[in-house]
């Protein structure tokens, strides 16, 4: 069954690093998206993407934030100097685009990345 | 904005059945999904209903949806130690009305099966 893959599963920064995470979404959907999940917290929503721009975005996804489609499978979400904050489980997911059958909507989760900033 | 509230902590013993409980703030149209998370794991999706619907099954698993009351419920019949999990209920409000897809998630329910 198709999958949504994330790259790297642990990393590891300094505190105003950048970092780039790595998504390649399911091979025929066409929306993405990025959640975070801090430690003992909720499961944030930060940013969906469509037709390469981003679609919907929350209070967290400030100008320290940035996502892109580089190329026809992959997808990243960047982290400009990062804080201690920003550690985090980061997620990615991706849905298909169809407004007449709910389950083309749902979206399936990667396995996600961890981010330690120290 | 929309609001969703689970218990933090089940506990059940092997055989069993398991009831995790959601309710949830949305009163629009909406989606509402189970995601499962092993320890260290991504979210798995377990299963979805359409708050046109009362009841799902699918094998082991049965959603409740109280649409009066805004109550989800998923039941897990015959659980087993593989189900020891973090089961998170989300809710999707339906994008024809408000065009927004982001999912908003419940705190989690930790489930625990004892042997």
């Known amino acids: 069954e198709p999958e949504v893959t994330q790259t790297p599963s642990h990393q590891v920064t300094q505190m105003g690093q950048e970092v780039i995470l790595r998504c390649v979404p399911i091979s025929n959907h066409l929306y993405f998206y990025w959640y975070r999940q801090i430690l003992g917290q909720k499961v944030e929503f930060l940013v969906s993407f469509y037709n390469n721009e981003i679609s919907e975005k929350s209070e967290i996804f400030d100008d320290q934030f940035s996502v892109e489609r580089p190329d026809g499978s992959n997808f990243t979400l960047k982290i400009r100097s990062t804080k201690l904050e920003d550690s985090a489980m980061y997620f990615c997911a991706s849905s298909e685009n169809s407004i007449l059958r709910p389950r083309q909507e749902t979206q399936y989760f990667g396995p996600g990345t961890r981010l330690l900033v120290l | 904005g929309e609001d969703v509230e689970q218990s933090l902590f089940l506990s059940v013993r092997e055989g069993d059945s398991s009831v995790i409980n959601c309710t949830y703030t949305d009163s629009s149209s909406t989606y509402l999904y189970w995601y499962k998370q092993e320890p260290g794991a991504g979210l798995q999706l377990l299963t979805y209903?359409?708050?046109?619907?009362d009841m799902k099954q699918d094998q082991r698993l049965t959603v409740l949806l109280n649409k009066k009351d805004k109550h989800l419920s998923l039941r897990i019949a015959d659980t087993q130690t593989g189900d020891s999990a973090i089961y998170f209920c989300a809710e999707n409000p339906s994008f024809m009305d408000t065009g927004r897809r982001a999912l908003t998630f419940g705190s989690g329910t930790r489930l625990q099966v004892q042997p």
């Open positions: 209903i359409f708050s046109n619907m």
